[in-house]
């Protein structure tokens, strides 16, 4: 029983099986001037606050509400720690709303307490581009959980999207809701297997030692394909054609324009990395992969305190195989110092995995879409579209 989520246009299980139901829409859009101007109601002790992410002391504070009281994994060993330059490159995309950062404040200390944000997107649903909001970075305070405060926060996030007349969200989560569109799974490519044994990410597998171990997960010291090179600014319009022919073949995906490749692929330091392969003969940009960067906090290790994880993005291959790209991308973050390399089994990840010695995680990440039906049984597979 979902007390909040069976008042929301969203897919409900009882419905699961109905095929008569039209994919597009769940309601109608409703008139600007009936969406409520008034913020929703919160419990009296606090208030609401708009988070100014370009204020360095607003965006500490967002740092520290997520680095304590973010997502952990199922036995609380790890939690999500989002750098403060990661949140600004995250939530100020072309067309961000400032409205859309929204914060939850104990009136009598003003301490932040809970955070949920919404940023603008175009996303393909077969035919049609519809402009949506990616909901991210819901979080309460773990003193203040269980008072059915999400509810409220997601009630005022979606208000304030209908104040910009867009009338569709998508969001992912790693609990089940109603109901999944897709669910992923994550698999891990371990770089660093004496760390991630040691913090208990990963276990020695059966009749292995250390030293097998740490050859089995060993990679060239430098790249292999020729011409596989960092992305730059002047390969903003090349990365774009591709990006837009690749995704063209997925059922949910991404409409990116140029705008969008250059904040959101070209590598900026710590947050997000791209890699291209340029033709020697045609001198065109022929494959592209990238990752960005996303370290946990490892809870109560007396050796470690964080986890350097890289989450594959977005990959196209037309020449070089995905196979050798991607072994060249876990190449450079290797080189990086990261500890593991993460993708989820969207786009045609899945056929490279298992031989780029990627294992199944013990987590899914369950995609949905707020007053959106599709036709279920959508396959990750025909998923081309990464939330952070
Ligand atoms: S998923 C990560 C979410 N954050 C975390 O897991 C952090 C740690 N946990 C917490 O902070 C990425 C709390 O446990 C949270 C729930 C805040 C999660 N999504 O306040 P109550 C995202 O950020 C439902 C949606 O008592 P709480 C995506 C739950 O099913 N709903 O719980 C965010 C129940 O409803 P029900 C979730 O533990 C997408 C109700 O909340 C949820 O103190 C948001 C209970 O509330 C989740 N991850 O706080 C939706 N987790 O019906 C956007 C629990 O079952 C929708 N719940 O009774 C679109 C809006 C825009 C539309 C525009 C047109
Ligand atoms: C919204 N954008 O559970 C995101 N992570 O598998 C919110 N497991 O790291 C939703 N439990 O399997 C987030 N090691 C949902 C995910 C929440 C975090 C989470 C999982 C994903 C994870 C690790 C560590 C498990 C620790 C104990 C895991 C096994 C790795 C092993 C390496 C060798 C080959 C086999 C696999």
Sequence with gaps: HHRFWETQPVGQFKDLGDTSLPEGPIEPPSLLSDVKSEPCNLPAPYEWTTCD???ERTCTEVYNLLSLNYVEDDENLFRFNYSTEFLRWALRPPGYFKAWHIGVRVKATKKLVA????????????EDVVRMAEVNFLCVHKKLRSKRLAPVMIKEVTRRVHLENIWQAVYTAGVVLPTPTTTCRYWHRTLNPKKLIDVGFSRLGARMTM?????LYKLPESTVTPGFRKMELRDVPAVTRLLRQYLSQFVVALDFDENDVEHWLLPLENVVDSYLIVSPETHEVTDFCSFYSLPASILNNPNYSVLKAAYS???VSTKTPLLQLMNDALIVAKQQDYDVFNALDVMHNEAVLKELKFGPGDGHLHYYLYNYR?????????LGLVLL
């Design 53 to 55: 992410m370009d204020d």
């Design 115 to 126: 955070f949920i944000t919404g940023v603008p997107a175009r996303i393909r649903v077969r």
């Design 211 to 215: 030293s097998r171990t740490i050859r």
């Design 313 to 315: 993005f977005y990959n």
């Design 374 to 382: 599709v036709r279920n049984g959508l396959k990750p597979s025909e």
